[in-house]
């Protein structure tokens, strides 16, 4: 259970504290100085961003805890291979999601500071995936995460969830 718990330190850091600090440094507000109805419109897009950010973010900690047998943190990873619900589309929804949150909170807080870091943490989390986190996961789970990777994008979603038949 205490890793379960410490496992949320990584994206309470990248999606309050970090954005919250950046907040803090360049100045706190909502929008980006639009008209009343316009600014409206921006917020309510950033907000649905991150709600939907946020609604994939906790089912993805959910498949993990549950079907994987593991957590989202490097640490206490899967003991099972994850290929249901939306890791049928794409291979990282997780971090999907969170890029959706912090894009989400680019455009409610009009932060040309936290857009910079939802670019950093994506190249970040590019360079990890690319040379850590896949070669890990082929050798821990072997030919059925290969045939996944073939099949399954790393970022874009498939349009059609890939049902395990084509190889």
């Known amino acids: 259970m205490a890793s379960h718990i410490k496992s949320f330190v990584l ?3 990248v999606l309050l504290v970090i ?3 950046i907040l803090w440094i360049t100045g706190f507000r909502i929008g980006w ?5 316009w600014e409206a419109v921006v917020v309510l897009a950033g907000a649905v961003l991150m709600g939907n950010g946020l609604y994939y973010l906790a089912m993805c900690i959910w498949i993990f805890m549950k079907v994987g047998q593991g957590t989202l943190a490097p640490w206490s990873p ?3 291979l994850v290929i249901i619900g939306p890791y049928r589309q794409v291979r990282n929804p997780m971090i999907s999601s969170v890029l959706a949150i912090l894009l989400g909170e680019t455009i409610a807080f009009g932060s040309l500071g936290i857009f910079i870091w ?3 943490f ?3 989390n590019n360079v990890y995936f690319v040379f850590s ?10 030919e059925d995460y290969k045939i996944y990777k073939k099949n399954v994008p790393r970022w874009i979603p498939r349009l059609r969830p890939w049902d395990g038949i084509d190889r």
Request: glycine share 16%; aromatic share 14%.
């Open 19 to 21: 954005p919250g600090l």
């Open 122 to 124: 994506f190249g970040i």
């Open 11 to 13: 994206p309470f850091t």
């Open 118 to 120: 939802f670019l950093l």
């Open 78 to 80: 899967t003991k099972k």
């Open 33 to 37: 100085g639009l008209s009343m109805l």
């Open 133 to 142: 986190e896949e070669p890990g996961l082929e050798k821990r789970f072997g």
